[in-house]
């Protein structure tokens, strides 16, 4: 009988003293003796789910147990596994808590499907969040999250988001864009000179439904022409900037004229 096998034998009778340095195994094969010993209890399975390198085989084992996944911090361990198989995760995140998911949606090693999908879960439930939550999410929630929060009706949320540091330009045009973003949201942005000073933020926010005359007049002699063009025949662009700037265009540019020395 090899090595292996014998610590095997004895991890399915072994005592709880035996049974914690038996966690750090190396071999597949005696954790999965370990887990037939009656012995092993949440204590357990929590140091053995800590494990990275834990064998996709073994953390599946012990999600499909449904005595053991009666224990929420096992549920949550197993979710935020980076060798859990997917058809197992994605049922347990409906267990999981808000903030626990969170958790889930910024832990490195979890797959990005799983990922999308406990940020989907947040975002789906920002409207029954009260104040100070829809705050803390925005200030430390991944982009997809905070920039999910930019449309938020109160400005406290929408400037929390535009600070968080994970913030991306992407998602601040794309929220600028979005029908349910209110005037809080432009009065923000134009606030806070890291996301005003970018060329796409300003495309978005002529775009928008809620720049001030004045402010456009303003931006858009910063515009190249093919950027002008495109704004003459965008229909998100109010009627009134469109023709404004369709009038623009006809104006022929005015070239630098050469300097005489």
Do not use: C
Not at 124 to 147: C, F, K, N, P, W
Not at 229 to 258: I, M
């Amino acid at each position: 009988m090899s090595e292996f096998r014998k610590e095997a034998a004895r991890a399915r009778t072994a005592d709880q003293f035996q049974l914690e340095n038996l966690l750090y195994h190396p071999s597949r094969e005696v954790l999965e003796a370990l887990l037939e010993n009656p012995r092993v209890g949440e204590k357990h399975l929590a140091i053995l789910l800590s494990r990275r390198d834990l064998a996709r085989e073994i953390v599946a084992r012990i999600a499909q147990n449904r005595e053991w996944m009666k224990s929420y911090p096992l549920k949550l361990a197993v979710v935020k596994h980076p060798r859990t198989p997917r058809h197992l995760a994605l049922p347990l995140l409906k267990f999981i808590y808000l903030f626990d998911l969170l958790s889930v949606a910024t832990t490195a090693g979890v797959p990005p499907d799983l990922r999308k999908l406990a940020e989907d879960t947040i975002l789906m439930q920002r409207e029954g969040l009260a104040l100070g939550q829809r705050i803390s999410l925005a200030r430390s929630g991944s982009h997809r999250i905070a920039g999910g929060l930019l449309v938020d009706s109160d400005r406290r949320v929408i400037d929390a988001a535009l600070a968080n540091p994970a913030m991306t330009e992407y998602a601040v045009t794309r929220a600028i864009l979005d029908r349910d973003a209110g005037p809080q949201l432009t009065a923000a942005v134009i606030e806070q000179e890291r996301w005003f000073a970018r060329y796409s933020v300003k495309l978005a926010l002529l775009r928008g439904q809620h720049l001030s005359l004045a402010r456009v007049m303003a931006l858009l002699p910063e515009l190249a022409r093919p950027d002008l063009a495109d704004l003459a025949e965008d229909p998100r662009v109010r009627a009134e900037v469109r023709r404004y700037v369709a009038k623009l265009l006809q104006t022929p540019p005015v070239r630098r004229g050469k300097k005489s020395f």
